[in-house]
């Protein structure tokens, strides 16, 4: 069946590092992909999406690419914020069907 | 739009007693998806309806745990009897599939804890 794999966290970083957090799925079709995130209390929010191979999803600096041949989708940011501190999750969605999520990685920021 | 509501957002209860936990999904989403989030086994999905019709109830633990969308516009999750290892925040989302392989929308969860 279809499944995410995701970097383990706890992710520590230093304010204005560069962030990658890996993400590797196995499906049978051709899924969208997602990025979710959720802050501390709260649910989870869409933070960015590509539905093909080669396209980029990017919001509020945040980056992935969807990349067929390595069946990857790495998030990728320039310069974290204290702010980005937050638990992140890769999804993924063949038509029709349900989101699969991945384990979530934990991201801290430290000032 | 409101977005998903969830009520409550949060439930105490003691071990044995019913729990009913409620969803409003966003007007027009078809697909609606029951989650339960703990520290130990991370996102499960316990079940999804499309068309108010289940799909997959795989991930319903035990017989305990049932789920309901008598219509477009709201879904139950009950648990009886409770148990303490059911506490847990469970999230309803909705999403729609007139794009195809959309994004779900989440609500802001139900914090359930069983004592």
């Known amino acids: 069946g279809d499944s995410v794999t995701q970097m383990e966290g706890p992710v520590t970083l230093s304010e204005e590092a560069f962030l990658t957090i890996n993400c590797t799925y196995t499906?049978?079709?051709?899924?969208?992909l997602f990025w979710y995130v959720q802050y501390p209390g709260e649910g989870l929010q869409l933070l960015l999406k590509?539905?093909?191979?080669?396209d980029k999803g990017s919001n509020k600096g945040f980056e992935a690419t969807y990349r067929k041949e390595t069946t990857s989708f790495h998030l990728e940011k320039g310069s974290v914020q204290v702010s980005d501190s937050a638990v992140y999750f890769c999804?993924?969605?063949?038509?029709?069907?349900?989101?699969?999520f991945g384990a979530g990685t934990i991201l801290r920021v430290k000032s | 739009d409101a977005g998903v509501i969830q009520s409550p957002r949060h439930e105490v209860t003691e071990m044995g007693q019913e729990v009913t936990l409620r969803c409003k999904p966003i007007?027009?989403?078809?697909?609606l998806f029951w989650y339960r989030q703990t520290m130990m086994r991370g996102l499960e999905l316990l079940i999804y309806?499309?068309?108010?019709?289940?799909?997959?109830d795989s991930g319903m633990p035990e017989d305990r745990f049932s789920a309901k969308m008598p219509n477009a516009s709201f879904s139950t999750l009950k648990i009886q009897p409770s148990e303490p290892r059911d506490s847990a925040v469970y999230f309803c989302?909705?999403?729609?599939?007139?794009?195809?392989?959309?994004?779900?929308?989440f609500g802001q969860g139900t914090r359930l804890t069983v004592v």
């Open positions: 989302a909705s999403s729609y599939s007139g794009q195809r392989r959309t994004e779900a929308f």
């Open positions: 499906a049978t079709g051709y899924p969208s």
């Open positions: 590509a539905t093909k191979a080669d």
């Open positions: 999804a993924l969605r063949e038509y029709g069907n349900k989101l699969v």
């Open positions: 007007s027009g989403h078809d697909y």
């Open positions: 309806f499309n068309n108010n019709v289940p799909i997959d």
